[in-house]
């Protein structure tokens, strides 16, 4: 080996040893923070399920980020800072990115035409409407864009890709952290009263599948309520979700481009280039082409199982780092603006996709 050779590696090796010392305190709390909300989400289940009777779990994703907040005077040491920003961006996107492997294309295409554009123009209204009515309230574009991502796509995940393209205001994190517990507690709500109004509007077993999954904001809400109505409910509930999840990729890039020609600063950068998103692409399609060789099946299937059980533990540890970042005070002064927001968005796709349906 020549001494350049050697230089280099040992240069290598110098910058990885710096990269962990920089990063390893801030990141090894966040990991900690969400192994522990992963044990606790079962236990807490449990409790509630004692107290109350009732069948709920609060997720750990919710759980993770309130440690997180109780934490947040001991992550504001300097100590922490690098990790928990590297966790919130970088770790971030490389587990929305994870998420297509969830997605086969020919699920999307057994939709229908009519049934995929009901969902585009839902999805585009609620959108648009959380960013005029949080205008109208005199709050900031970037929880509009937040509050509408989380309605229209997929609730946590959402509103955590839209953050990434998002230009960076005062209020930013707590907005972040709002729209995600807002996102879970709507959703949970739906998942218990959405059926029975799908019983009350008359609508059919695809009908009913197709409103499930068009409104619903998170996937494990979707599957609750669509397969507690029936086996063929659910299926159709969980395809429509996951054409939702798919069109994570064009709402990011449509957000990053808006706000990049309204002149939004977008943390370091001008111009956001969401690499995540056409990675999150690339797995939908490699999800999509697999099955058409079946020679490979066994080889794809534990590592995609590994890369879907990295996604959710990546999307944890990022959760937890926001909470870090994030103080209950600032939290606190979330008014009814912000929930008047919020709740508009989820009645406008609902009302779209109802009255669609009943056309």
């Known amino acids: 080996m020549s001494e350049i050779q050697t ?7 110098a910058d990885i040893g710096l990269a962990v010392r920089r990063l390893g305190p801030g990141l090894a709390l ?12 079962p236990i807490l289940g449990e409790i509630i399920h004692s107290v109350f009777g009732a069948v709920y779990r609060l997720p750990a994703i ?10 947040y005077r001991l992550a504001q040491r300097p100590l922490f800072e ?49 960013v005029w009515f949080s205008r109208l309230l005199n709050l900031d574009d970037g929880y509009g864009a937040l509050a509408g991502a989380a309605n229209a ?4 995940s959402a509103t955590l890709a839209a953050a990434s393209v998002v230009p960076n205001y005062p209020r930013k994190g707590a907005d972040v952290a709002f729209t995600v517990m807002a996102a879970n507690a709507v959703s949970t709500l739906a998942m218990v009263f959405y059926p029975p109004l799908s019983v009350a509007l008359g609508l059919d077993t695809q009908a009913t599948g197709i409103l499930l999954g068009a409104t619903i904001h998170d996937m494990a809400q979707v599957v609750g309520a669509g397969y507690a109505v029936s086996e063929p409910v659910g299926n159709a509930a969980v395809i429509v979700k996951l054409f939702r999840v798919f069109l994570l990729l064009p709402v990011v890039l449509a957000l990053g481009l808006w706000f990049t020609r309204r002149g939004g600063e977008h943390g370091a950068a001008q111009v956001p280039m969401p690499t995540f998103a056409f990675a999150f692409l ?10 058409l060789t079946p020679s490979l099946a066994p080889i794809y299937a534990p590592i995609k199982l590994a890369m879907v059980q990295a996604s959710g533990w990546g999307l944890l540890i990022a959760i937890a780092a926001l909470g870090l970042c994030t103080s209950f005070t600032s939290l ?28």
């Not at 230089?7 to 090796?13: A, H, P």
């Not at 990991?31 to 992963?38: E, H, Y």
Request: charged share 10%.
């Open 7 to 13: 230089s280099r590696q040992s240069r290598t090796l």
């Open 30 to 41: 966040a990991i900690l923070v969400a192994l522990i909300s992963d044990r606790a989400e």
């Open 62 to 71: 919710v759980i993770a980020l309130l440690i997180g907040m109780s934490l």
């Open 82 to 130: 690098p990790g928990l920003d590297w966790s919130v961006r970088t770790l971030l996107r490389i587990a929305i990115a994870l998420l297509g492997v969830r997605i086969a294309l020919s699920d999307i295409v057994d939709l229908g035409l009519a049934t995929a554009l009901l969902v585009i123009v839902s999805m585009t209204m609620t959108i648009v409407s959380a």
């Open 153 to 156: 796509v997929c609730g946590a």
């Open 282 to 291: 690339g797995l939908c399609i490699l999800n999509s082409a697999i099955p």
């Open 332 to 359: 606190m002064r979330i008014g009814w603006r912000h929930v008047t927001v919020f709740v508009t968005a989820t009645l406008v796709i609902l009302c779209t996709v109802a009255g669609a349906l009943l056309i």
